[in-house]
C-alpha cells in the first residue's frame, strides 16, 4: 500500500512530524513502513506558474520561441523556450532568475541567440521529479498547466512536488489499511489527533432509478450486497489535476475522470467500484450469477477468459459483462463517447472472488481487497461518495435513489476484556483509565463495568475477533517501547550441542579441510534424476516421493539420492570454466514406503562428495595428479579415521557407475553407502570429464554410540617392520588378505598398511603381487627376531590356506 502523505492530510492533521519520523511511529504501532519515497529529490524556490501572453518565433533560430510570461509580477517574463509543445494562452511552469534546479543549475538572465532571456519553462524532469510520477501528458516537453492554475504561485501544492509516499508491508489481516481512511484512523490513534472524515451526499433527479434498472442476485452468500447507480449526462474527460496526482502517488495511472474517481474511492474507502457504459450494457436489469461451465468473457485487458461454475460473474441477464470482484468487461467500457453510466458498488464474498482469481490468473486491485475483506458498512457510502464526485467532475445528474439488493450483515461485533488479564498478558500495570483511553483512540465504543470491559469493533476492523486481538490493539497503541521485560526468573544453565550436532559439526570440518567445499542444492528432481544413483543399501523398488502439485517438471520429485544435483552443480561450474571443482552436501534424502503417500516421508540423512578435474596442482614442484579412485577413497578412509569407526570396502557395480572403479563402504555388516568414479557416458551426457563421488549414510552414523577415545603409554621398546609380497589371485581383495594378516599375527602385529600392487612380468596373467608393510610391538618386552621370524612364518601359512597365496621372492 502506497500512501501519499498530502493526500493523508485532507483527513489527519500529523503536524511538522517529517515522513521518517511519522514512518518510525506507525512502524512501532504494528505496520511496517518499507520505505519512503519523495517526488523530487531536491526542492527549488522561485518556481512558479506563468501564463504564455505570447510566444512568437526566434528571429535568429529555428527552433526557439521568444515568450512573454505573465508570472504575477508588474512586468512579464521574457523567455525563450525549445519545447515542441510551447504555445500562446498556455499556463506553464517557471523558473524565475535566481530559482537553482538539481545538479546546481543555476538560473539566471542570459542571451540566447543574441536575445535576453529571463528564466526558464520547465518540464517535470528538469525538476527532477521521478519517472514514476510523471504523468503521461507530461512525459514529453514542457507542462501545461490546467486554465485554473493561479499565475504567480509557487507549482509545489498545484503538482504535489511537496509529497512523500510511504510504502506499507501489510500482513494479511489488516485490510482496514488498505485505504486512506484506513490509515487515517490508525494516524489519529497513534498520534491521538482529531479524525475529519468525508460526509458525502447523493445528489438525486426526480427520476426514478426503477425505469433504468433492476437487480438480481441467485446467490446471497457469494453477493451479499450489489447497488447499482445510474448518473446521466457525464462528460468524459481528464480528471482534476489534484486526484491524478494522488492517484499517481499511490501508483495508479490517470486514465480519465470516471475511471479515475471510481479508483480515486477505491483507495479512499478501500471499496472497489466499477463504471459500466449503461447504452453498451443494451439491457434495464443487472442479474449476479454463476457463469456457465466454459462461458466466456472478454475482460478490459483484452483477453478472453474460459469461465466455470464456480466464477461468480455479472450480467445484463443474458451475457457477462464483469468478472464480479476482479475485473470488467471490454465491452462496456467506457469511453469518450460515453454519457451514461452504471456504477457497481457490490459486496462479494472473499471466497468467492479468491478462487476466481486462482482460476484466471487475474489479480487486481478490487480483488486484492475482496480477498482480504472490506468493511461492509462503506459499500453504500463509497457509491455515494462518488456520485458526488461525478457530479461536480464529471457535470453529470444521479437518478433517483439506489437499485439494489441487500442481504448484508452489518452488525459489529462484541469483545470481552479484562484489565487484570490484559496486565497479566502483558506484564504491565495499565489502569481502566488507560485502557478506556486507548479505546477512545482506536474510535472503539465500549463498556466498562469495573475491570470487565466489553468492546464493541466497527465492521472496518475485521481482523479483530477475540480477546487476543484485543490485546494486541491496547499493547500497540500502549507502545511496544512502554512494555517491561525481565530476564526469567528460572535458573539458566549454559546451552551447548547434541551429540549429533557435534557431530555434524565434526564431520563437515574434516571434509573442508580436505579441499571440498559445501553446496546446497535442490530437494526436487525431475523424474530421471529422482530414481539415478541410489545408494544400494536402499530399497530396490525404492519410488521417489511426488509432489501433488510442482512447480514445473525439473522440480517434481524429492530426493532419493544427493548425488544427481551435486553432479549438475559439477555442470553449472565446468561450464563456467571452473574445471577443477569438489563439493559436498551433508542434507537430506526424503524415503517413504508407500505408494499413495498418506502421510510425511521420513527424512534420513546423507553424507555426499563430488570430485572433477584436478587434485593436486603445484606448479613450483611441477606436480600435476588428477582425481582418482584413490583420492576419494582416501577421502572417505580418513574422515571414518577421524570419526574413529573402522569400515571395509568391496567391489561392486551400479547403475550410472564404472564398473571396475566402484565399491561399497561396510561397517561390520552393515552397507553404508559407496564411492567411485561416475560412468564415463554418463559423465559425458553432462559435460563433465573423470568425475568421482562418494555416498554415505550418515543417518546410520549419527545414531551410532560414539566410542570414547582411550589413551595408553607411549611403548618404550622397539618396534620391528617387515615387509613382504604375497603373489595371489587377482580375484583377492588386497583388503581380505589384510585383515587376515591382523587377525594371525594379533596381539603382536599392530598395524598393516598395502603399499603396492604389481602384475606384469614373472606373473602368471592371472595373479598380482600385494606388498604389505608390517609394525611389529610388544609394550612390556623387547621382540626377538624369533618371535617375529615365528609369527611371519604363521601369517605365510595361514595365506597360502586361505587364498592360495605365496612369497614373492
Given amino acids: 500500500m502506497l500512501v501519499s502523505l498530502n493526500w493523508l492530510k485532507n483527513y489527519v492533521d500529523f503536524g511538522v512530524q517529517t515522513p521518517e519520523q511519522l514512518g518510525e511511529k506507525i512502524t512501532k504501532s504494528g505496520i511496517e513502513v518499507d520505505g519512503i519515497e519523495y517526488i523530487i529529490s531536491e526542492t527549488s524556490d522561485h518556481i512558479v506558474v506563468g501564463f504564455v501572453k505570447e510566444c512568437e518565433q526566434h528571429p535568429n533560430a529555428d527552433k526557439l520561441k521568444l515568450c512573454q510570461v505573465d508570472v504575477g509580477e508588474e512586468e512579464p517574463l521574457q523567455i525563450i523556450c525549445g519545447a515542441s509543445n510551447i504555445g500562446q494562452g498556455q499556463k506553464v511552469v517557471v523558473a524565475k532568475p535566481g530559482a537553482v534546479l538539481p545538479g546546481d543549475f543555476k538560473i539566471k538572465q542570459v542571451k540566447l541567440r543574441g536575445i535576453e532571456s529571463n528564466g526558464m519553462i520547465c518540464s517535470l524532469q528538469e525538476l527532477s521529479v521521478g519517472e514514476r510520477f510523471i504523468h503521461t501528458q507530461y512525459a514529453e516537453g514542457i507542462v501545461v498547466l490546467p486554465d485554473d492554475a493561479v499565475v504567480g504561485e509557487d507549482v509545489d501544492a498545484l503538482l504535489n512536488l511537496d509529497d512523500a509516499v510511504l510504502e506499507f508491508d501489510l500482513t494479511p489481516n489488516r ?3 488498505l485505504s486512506m481512511l484506513g490509515v487515517a484512523y490508525e494516524v489519529a490513534a497513534i498520534l491521538d489527533e482529531e479524525l475529519v472524515l468525508p460526509k458525502p451526499a447523493l445528489p438525486t433527479s426526480t427520476e426514478k432509478v426503477e425505469d433504468f434498472v433492476t437487480v438480481k442476485v441467485d446467490d446471497a452468500n457469494a453477493c451479499p450486497y450489489y447497488g447499482a447507480f445510474i448518473i446521466k449526462d457525464i462528460k468524459v474527460q481528464a480528471a482534476p489535476l489534484w486526484m491524478r496526482n494522488y492517484l499517481l502517488a499511490a501508483g495508479i495511472r490517470s486514465i480519465n475522470n470516471v475511471v479515475d474517481i471510481t479508483n480515486y ?9 466499477h463504471a459500466f457504459d449503461y447504452d453498451l450494457l443494451d439491457s434495464k436489469e443487472i442479474v449476479v450469477r454463476h457463469a456457465k461451465d466454459q462461458e466466456q468473457l472478454v475482460t478490459l485487458d483484452d483477453q478472453t477468459r474460459t469461465l466455470s461454475s464456480e466464477n461468480l460473474l455479472i450480467t445484463n441477464g443474458e451475457k457477462g459483462v464483469a468478472l464480479a470482484g476482479v475485473m470488467g468487461g471490454a465491452e462496456t467500457e467506457v469511453n469518450e463517447n460515453t454519457s451514461t453510466i452504471l456504477l457497481e458498488a457490490a459486496y462479494f464474498n472473499g471466497q468467492s472472488v ?7 490468473g487475474l489479480r487486481s486491485e478490487a480483488s486484492t481487497r475482496y480477498e482480504r475483506g472490506i468493511d461492509p458498512n462503506r459499500v453504500r457510502e463509497a457509491g455515494i461518495r462518488a456520485c458526488e464526485l461525478l457530479v461536480e467532475y464529471a457535470n453529470g445528474t444521479v437518478v433517483g435513489n439506489i437499485a439494489e439488493f441487500d442481504a448484508l450483515d452489518r452488525t459489529e461485533r462484541t469483545v470481552q476484556m479484562n484489565t487484570r488479564e490484559v496486565n497479566r498478558r502483558l506484564g504491565t500495570n495499565i489502569s481502566n483509565e488507560e485502557i478506556e483511553d486507548i479505546l477512545r483512540k482506536l474510535r472503539f465504543t465500549f463498556a466498562r463495568t469495573e475491570d470487565d470491559i466489553k468492546v464493541n469493533v466497527p465492521t472496518r476492523r475485521g481482523d479483530i475477533t477475540i480477546f487476543e ?15 517491561p521485560f525481565t530476564l526469567p526468573a528460572n535458573a539458566s544453565k549454559p546451552g551447548g550441542l547434541t551429540e549429533e550436532q557435534l557431530l555434524r559439526r565434526h564431520v563437515k570440518s574434516y571434509v573442508q579441510s580436505v579441499g571440498l567445499s559445501e553446496a546446497i542444492t535442490y530437494s526436487l528432481l525431475n523424474k530421471k534424476d529422482a530414481t539415478s544413483f541410489v545408494s544400494p543399501e536402499l530399497p530396490d523398488n525404492l519410488e521417489p516421493v511426488a509432489l501433488s502439485m510442482p512447480m514445473s517438471e525439473d522440480h517434481q520429485y524429492l530426493r532419493v539420492s544427493l548425488v544427481p544435483e551435486l553432479l549438475q552443480r559439477l555442470t553449472y ?6 574445471t577443477d571443482v569438489a563439493l559436498y552436501e551433508l542434507g537430506s534424502i526424503f524415503l517413504s514406503e508407500e505408494k499413495q503417500i498418506t502421510k510425511q516421508p521420513k527424512e534420513h540423512a546423507r553424507l555426499t562428495g563430488a570430485i572433477t578435474g584436478t587434485w593436486v596442482d603445484h606448479a613450483w614442484q611441477q606436480e600435476v595428479k588428477a582425481v582418482d579412485f584413490y583420492v576419494v577413497k582416501g577421502i572417505v578412509e580418513g574422515l571414518f579415521h577421524y570419526l574413529n569407526i573402522d569400515v571395509t570396502y568391496q567391489p561392486t557395480q551400479m547403475d550410472g557407475m564404472h564398473p571396475g572403479r566402484c565399491a561399497t563402504i561396510h561397517l ?8 567411485g568414479q561416475v560412468h564415463p557416458a554418463v559423465a559425458k551426457e553432462r559435460d563433465l570429464k573423470e568425475t568421482y563421488v ?3 549414510d550418515m543417518e546410520y552414523i549419527l545414531s551410532l554410540d560414539r566410542k570414547a577415545l582411550t589413551y595408553k603409554t607411549v611403548p618404550k621398546y622397539p618396534s620391528i617392520v617387515r615387509d613382504v609380497a604375497f603373489v ?7 583388503g581380505n588378505v589384510q585383515a587376515e594378516i591382523k587377525r594371525v599375527g594379533a596381539p603382536l602385529v599392530k598395524q598393516v598398511e598395502a603399499f603396492d600392487v604389481y602384475t606384469g612380468d614373472n606373473l602368471n596373467i592371472d595373479e598380482k603381487s600385494i606388498a604389505f608393510n608390517i609394525h611389529y610391538q610388544n609394550p612390556e618386552k623387547t621382540l626377538t627376531d624369533e618371535e617375529v621370524d615365528a609369527s611371519m612364518q604363521a601369517i605365510i601359512t595361514a595365506i597360502k590356506e586361505s587364498f592360495g597365496g605365496y612369497v614373492r621372492s
Avoid at 469 to 483: F, K, N, P, Q, T
Avoid at 573 to 578: D, E, G, S
Wanted: aromatic share 8%; no cysteine.
Fill in 265 to 273: 474511492v477505491l483507495l479512499e474507502y478501500g471499496q472497489p467500484l
Fill in 175 to 177: 485490510a482496514d489499511a
Fill in 668 to 675: 561390520e555388516d552393515q552397507l553404508i553407502g559407496f564411492l
Fill in 694 to 696: 562418494f555416498d554415505i
Fill in 728 to 734: 595371489v589371485s587377482d580375484a583377492v581383495h588386497a
Fill in 573 to 578: 561450474n565446468v561450464a563456467r570454466n571452473q
Fill in 354 to 360: 479468491r478462487h476466481t482469481v486462482k482460476e484466471t
Fill in 469 to 483: 486481538d484485543m490485546l494486541e490493539e491496547v499493547a500497540r497503541i500502549y507502545g511496544y517501547d512502554h512494555l
